[in-house]
């Protein structure tokens, strides 16, 4: 089993910053790829980015392509989701995930933390 808790959420005004933290606990290799994904109300669960644990690969989403910057620590069993120039369309809830391969479709990852809300005001 995989355990995943997100943190470092809040409240941000347009064009600030956040880091938000995924601490991960449990089998690291039912873990090869970690994502982050987020849900606005009203909206479908949309892909932000992924990375390989291992080898460090990352893929971003257009939208937030340039902004954002996906890493882990792997001493520290955390991933990290570096949001810079956050617009008030980045409002949402972000979930950390964990699955077996890379890829954007929240149907393959397995495990997902409970999410932390961030919000950005105009």
């Known amino acids: 089993q995989v355990q995943l808790v997100e943190s470092g959420g809040g409240l941000v005004q347009a064009g600030g910053s956040l880091r938000l933290s995924c601490a991960k606990s449990?089998?690291?290799?039912?873990?090869?790829?970690m994502g982050w994904f987020r849900q606005a109300p009203g909206k479908e669960r949309e892909f932000v980015a992924a990375i390989s644990w291992t080898v460090g690969s990352t893929y971003y989403a257009d939208s937030v392509k340039d902004r954002f910057t996906i890493s882990r620590d792997n001493t520290k069993n955390t991933l990290y989701l570096q949001m810079n120039s956050l617009k008030p369309e980045d409002t949402a809830v972000y979930y950390c995930?964990?699955?077996?391969?890379?890829?954007?479709?929240?149907?393959?990852?397995?495990?997902w933390g409970q999410g932390t809300q961030v919000t950005v005001s105009s």
């Open positions: 995930a964990a699955g077996p391969v890379l890829t954007t479709a929240n149907g393959r990852y397995g495990y």
């Open positions: 449990g089998r690291t290799f039912s873990a090869a790829a």
